[in-house]
C-alpha cells in the first residue's frame, strides 16, 4: 500500500507560478515512478509529467513541456511540480500517483496503482 497527500493547490493569477508537493508513505519510495495527473470539469483525466524511480528522467505532456518541471526527492519520500507561467486551462484538479513498476513510459492513468485525493489549482485570467 502506498499512501500519497497532495498539496501546495490555490488560486493564481494568469502568468503566475505554483509549486505542488505529494508526500509519500507505506512502501520503498525510491523503487516507485511517480506521476501527475490533472482533470477539469467534464473532462477526462490528463497526463501531466512522470518521474523515474532514480529521478534522473522525466517525461511531460505536450501543453506542460518547457512550463512545468517535476521532481523527487527519496530522502524525504516527496515528489514535487513546479508550474511556471500558467494559464487559465491549466485550471484542475491535481492528482499525484504512484506506479510500483513504472518507467517513462507510464503516461496512461490505469498505469497507476495508487492515487492521493488531488489539489486544486485555479488559474484566472
Known amino acids: 500500500q502506498v499512501q500519497l497527500v497532495e498539496s501546495g493547490g ?3 493569477h494568469d502568468g503566475g ?5 505529494c508526500a509519500a508513505s507505506g512502501a520503498t519510495f525510491s523503487r516507485i515512478a511517480m506521476g501527475w495527473f490533472r482533470q477539469a470539469p467534464g473532462k477526462e483525466r490528463e497526463f501531466v509529467a512522470v518521474i523515474s524511480w532514480s529521478g534522473e528522467g ?4 505536450d501543453s506542460m513541456r518547457g512550463r512545468f518541471t517535476i521532481s523527487r526527492d527519496n530522502a ?3 515528489v514535487y511540480l513546479q508550474m511556471n507561467s500558467l494559464k487559465p486551462e491549466d485550471t484542475a ?4 500517483a504512484a506506479d510500483i513498476y513504472g518507467n517513462l513510459n507510464s503516461i ?3 498505469d497507476y496503482d495508487y492515487w492521493g485525493q488531488g489539489t486544486q489549482v485555479t488559474v484566472s485570467s
Open 10 to 12: 490555490g488560486l493564481v
Open 17 to 21: 507560478s505554483l509549486r505542488l508537493s
Open 58 to 61: 522525466t517525461y511531460y505532456g
Open 76 to 78: 524525504k519520500n516527496m
Open 93 to 96: 484538479v491535481y492528482y499525484c
Open 108 to 110: 496512461a492513468p490505469d
